[in-house]
């Protein structure tokens, strides 16, 4: 079992910054990939950003440019940069982590952007 804690989240201002942080338990040294994925009242859970275990990223269109995630193998933690936040932002923001055999997710980190 893998344990995923989420923190960082919280309300900022449109326009404004924050950093989500997901640590895992164990090594994700050999992890097949490790993403954030977003869910707002009424709407389904989306991807936001993800990175494999070679570290390729991959982002949502509504946040490229502005949302850099990133990866501390030493720390077994995944980041997600947020910058130039939108009320459109607002979520629920969970981490993924994909390991060979199985799947798990963070109890979720709530995000919200006033304008």
């Known amino acids: 079992q893998v344990q995923l804690v989420e923190s960082g989240g919280g309300l900022v201002q449109a326009g404004g910054s924050l950093r989500l942080s997901c640590a895992a338990s164990r090594s994700i040294f050999s992890i097949n990939g490790m993403g954030w994925y977003r869910q707002a009242p009424g709407k389904q859970r989306e991807l936001v950003a993800g990175i494999t275990g070679g570290g390729n990223t991959n982002y949502a269109d509504s946040v490229k440019g502005r949302f850099t995630i990133s990866r501390d193998n030493a720390k077994n933690t995944v980041y997600l940069q947020m910058n130039s936040l939108k009320p459109e932002d607002t979520a629920v923001y969970y981490c993924?982590?994909?390991?060979?055999?199985?799947?798990?997710w963070g109890q979720g980190t709530q995000v919200t952007v006033s304008s």
């Open positions: 993924n982590a994909n390991f060979p055999l199985h799947t798990y």
